[in-house]
């Protein structure tokens, strides 16, 4: 019988600005938001989840700016996305996404990243693994980097489910 995959916790003002702050993170963090309709983010959660499973102690976290719905849950296997999820709750979209971030405009995607030692960045827009990790302070993938490349395969994994519909 395979895991049991994380449900969506329903995210209000008070849980964004907790969520969004840098010392809640103690470890590097990718806070990933992102929506079912968005093509762009897909691409970027489907790299994300490659990191996660080659990068030991790399959290992911996603946001889907929606309310939480069955494909949701879908969509994040599909792509084998681990980590804690969570989606908009009840109150007004505009106040959800200003206590994430007052500088954010709506675009997609939207990642935060943690350095785990209390540094945060937002980027819009699709992201390569060497700025991810950069991002991160994870060091370049390879032999001289802390960090190791990811796999051809999980590679090739992401770029073809990406494109993915």
Not at 76 to 105: H, Q, S, T
Not at 114 to 123: E, I, L, P, T, W
Not at 141 to 153: E, M, T
Request: aromatic share 6%; with cysteine.
């Amino acid at each position: 019988m395979p895991p049991t995959a994380p449900a969506f916790v329903s995210l209000d003002a008070a849980g964004a600005r907790r969520l969004v702050a840098p010392a809640a993170h103690r470890a590097p963090t990718i806070l990933a938001l992102w929506s079912a309709e968005c093509v762009h983010c897909k691409k970027n959660l489907a790299l994300f989840a490659a990191m996660a499973q080659a990068e030991p102690g790399l959290r992911l976290i996603t946001l889907a700016v929606e309310p939480a719905e069955p494909q949701l849950g879908a969509i994040l296997e599909r792509f084998g996305v681990p980590g804690e999820r969570f989606a908009y709750g009840d109150e007004a979209p505009e106040r959800l996404a200003f206590a994430i971030d007052p500088d954010w405009r709506g675009e997609l995607p939207r990642t935060l990243f943690f350095d785990g030692r209390g540094g945060a960045v937002a980027v819009s827009g699709v992201l390569g693994e060497a700025r991810v990790r950069e991002l991160l302070g994870l060091g370049a993938a390879g032999p001289q980097g802390r960090g190791a490349p990811l796999p051809a395969s999980s590679a090739r994994h992401a770029a073809r489910t990406a494109s993915a519909p």
